[in-house]
């Protein structure tokens, strides 16, 4: 390797990371802010709720698009077109506009979700083995650690300067991140033309689209139970002609051949379930946090105090990504990734068992942060030991897709466990309801280890991440 290309390989991966935190905390805005978002624009909070939502939905649905964008000779041009979008999008949700236009917004700041892929097979082809291995695993820890860098500051800017000097900041750093894109990303040099199946496409989106509005609009289950039966239906029968078309292509958005491995099914089951459990205990911790301390229980503090609780995640999260990499060549990737289901189920239970104080919330988010952290590190090298380093972007785009979908589960149960808990006529939850929020999130969490531990017992990984050190 040449002086220039080592260069160039130092600048790529803190380049790289940088611009997967960006996306990740851009994408998350939405949560913190949406109480203020209800008051700014005088609409109901499950109106406010679309801020997240929508990102989430967009993000699902583009992330198979550009993942095979990404695996083409086009990588480069998609990462720029993909930021430029999500920085259009920025720039309309921090300008003076009506609630309609903010949506779009977030809806165009959601794409930049499926960027992480993308990043990912950057690293796996400009690196060597050793240094695309925990690049990889980093990649993928800021894609979840990220969150916990957007919600305590975007609450200090919403607290001093309002919510358009919060999203505005978004907007910058996403500009900033264009800016470090133009410099630093290579061509591919992948030279095999890509063509987007169009069919396959239109089809997952509406499926995706069906299934994480169920998910994230719980009210109509009980108000329009007919409406969620047709919903769900016409979701299943879309999926099932995405598989078809999927599987007669000859370019499919998503080689579902990749499937075949015992590996992928269990990484992406493991990471569905354990999905729901992570994001479950985000949203129900801040919530916690912010109930006033009238009720009986919670400690009433303000959006950006509440963010700090999320700042242990955050800081655990990465020192897992830094550390997990390192262990994978003794333990192996698929027993890494039980034992980090184990430590998510850890911080739910430490949450259901103890919350008397603020530290004791900090303590079940820095446990989750580690779990959550060596999870995503590990997941990687299970699913790439047995993916051609041309799939990379396409077969990380379907973790990415189970990910979102497994956290609006999270986000949906939690708040439906919470609405259960909730008598008539009053507006918060029983104290008790947290606890069986976390249990239930801990049942669907063991169901993640058992999955891991069975589905991926005896594999044992060879891939670039097990290499590295």
Not at 15 to 34: D, E, M, Q, R, Y
Not at 379 to 399: F, K
Not at 407 to 433: I, Y
Request: proline share 4%.
């Amino acid at each position: 390797m040449t002086a220039a290309e080592c260069r160039d390989s130092r600048l790529l991966v803190p380049a790289l990371v940088f611009v997967g935190v960006v996306v990740a905390a851009v994408g998350s805005l939405g949560a913190p802010l949406i109480t203020s978002v209800a008051t700014t624009f005088g609409v109901s909070l499950s109106s406010a709720q679309w801020t997240l939502t929508v990102a989430l939905l967009t993000g699902a649905v583009t992330t198979p698009v550009l993942g095979r964008l990404g695996s083409g000779p086009h990588r480069r041009a998609a990462v720029l077109g993909t930021l430029g979008v999500v920085s259009v999008g920025g720039i309309l949700t921090a300008l003076p506009l009506s609630f309609s236009w903010l949506l779009l917004g977030r809806a165009a700041q959601g794409v930049g979700l499926a960027l992480t892929s993308m990043l990912m097979g950057v690293a796996r082809d400009h690196l060597p083995d050793k240094r695309s291995g925990s690049t990889i695993a980093l990649l993928s820890v800021a894609s979840t650690a990220g969150v916990g860098v957007g919600y305590p500051l975007s609450g200090l800017l919403t607290d001093h300067g309002g919510i358009r000097t919060a999203y505005g900041f978004g907007a910058a750093l996403t500009v900033m991140a264009l800016a470090v894109a133009v410099k630093v990303i290579p061509p591919s040099p992948q030279k095999r033309s890509t063509r987007i199946d169009v069919p396959g496409a239109l089809l997952l989106a509406l499926a995706l689209s069906l299934v994480l509005i169920l998910v994230s609009e719980t009210a109509l289950w009980t108000s329009h139970p007919w409406a969620v039966g047709t919903l769900a239906a016409i979701a299943i029968v879309s999926a099932g002609m995405w598989v078809r078309v999927e599987l007669r292509s000859s370019a499919p958005l998503v080689d579902l051949r990749l499937l075949r491995h015992r590996a992928v099914v269990g990484a992406n089951g493991a990471m569905f379930l354990g999905g729901i459990g992570m994001y479950l205990l985000l949203t129900i911790v801040t919530r916690y946090a912010q109930t006033p301390s009238g009720a009986g229980y919670g400690f009433g503090l303000d959006v950006f105090t509440a963010g700090l609780i999320l700042i242990p995640f955050s800081v655990s999260g990465f020192l897992a990504g830094k550390l997990v990499p390192r262990a994978l060549r003794r333990v192996g990737s698929a027993h890494a990734l039980t034992f980090s289901a184990l430590v998510v189920l850890g911080a739910l239970a430490l949450f259901a068992g103890t919350r008397t104080s603020v530290l004791e919330l900090c303590a079940a988010m820095a446990v989750l942060g580690f779990g959550v952290g060596s999870f995503s590190a590990a997941l990687p090298a299970v699913v790439l030991s047995v993916v051609p380093p041309e799939e990379t972007s396409s077969a990380m785009s379907i973790n990415q897709v189970v990910r979102s979908v497994g956290f609006a589960f999270g986000s949906a149960l939690g708040g439906l466990v919470l609405a259960a808990g909730t008598s008539a006529g009053t507006t918060l939850p029983t104290e008790g309801s947290y606890s069986d929020a976390a249990w239930f999130g801990a049942a669907v969490t063991a169901a993640a280890v058992v999955t891991s531990a069975t589905v991926l017992r005896g594999r044992a990984g060879t891939g670039p991440l097990e290499r590295a050190e």
